[in-house]
C-alpha cells in the first residue's frame, strides 16, 4: 500500500491529491489517501478525511512508501518504521499554506541525502520518484530513534540559523 497523507493543515494541497489520483491507475499497490480539508475527491484511490492518530500511524507503519506534505508529524514516524517518504511540500503561490517553509525544510531534508527521504518541488515529477524509490525500496533499514535525533538536530540547526 502506499499512504498519501496531507496533515491536519486548513488549506487544501489539491494539486498533490489531482496529481497522484491521475497515475494511481498505473500502479499495481493499493493508494490510500488521507485527504484532509482538500476539496479534491479521488477517483482512483480510497480516501478519508481524517483518522484517529492511531490509525494514522499504522497506515505509515504498514505503508510500503508515504506520499506527504513536509509536516514533522509525518516525517519523523517514517524515518522510526524505516519507511521511504516522498515529501511534495506546500507551496504559498498556489494557497496550500500561509508560508513557504515546508520548501524550506525539503531543502534541508534534501542536503542530507538520506536514503530514506525523497523530495519532489514539481508535482509532474512525482510518479518518476515515487517509481524509483519504490524500485530502490529493499535499501530501507528502520533508523529507530536515530531519525528523530537528527531531524531535531536539523530543525534546531534551521531555527539558529535565522537568528
Request: with cysteine; aromatic share 12%; charged share 30%.
Amino acid at each position: 500500500m502506499i499512504f498519501v497523507t496531507v496533515g491536519n493543515h486548513f488549506q487544501s494541497f489539491d494539486r498533490l491529491l489531482r496529481k497522484v489520483d491521475e497515475f494511481a491507475p498505473r500502479f499495481p499497490q493499493e493508494i490510500v489517501i488521507q485527504r484532509g480539508y482538500s476539496r479534491y475527491r479521488a477517483q482512483n484511490a480510497k480516501y478519508f478525511d481524517f483518522v484517529p492518530i492511531d490509525t494514522a500511524m499504522e497506515y505509515m507503519r504498514t505503508s510500503e512508501l508515504v506520499i506527504s506534505h513536509a509536516g514533522f508529524g509525518t516525517i519523523m514516524p517514517c524515518k522510526e518504521y524505516g519507511v521511504p517518504i516522498l515529501i511534495v511540500p506546500r507551496r504559498k503561490k498556489y494557497g496550500e499554506h500561509t508560508d513557504d517553509h515546508q520548501m524550506e525544510i525539503a531543502r534541508v531534508l534534501e542536503e542530507r541525502k538520506d536514503n530514506n527521504i525523497y523530495v519532489v518541488y514539481d508535482e509532474s515529477q512525482l510518479e518518476e520518484k515515487l517509481r524509483g524509490a519504490l524500485a530502490n525500496k529493499k535499501r530501507f533499514i528502520a533508523t529507530q530513534n536515530i531519525g528523530r535525533k537528527n531531524l531535531i538536530k536539523v530543525i534546531k540547526r534551521f531555527i539558529e540559523k535565522d537568528r
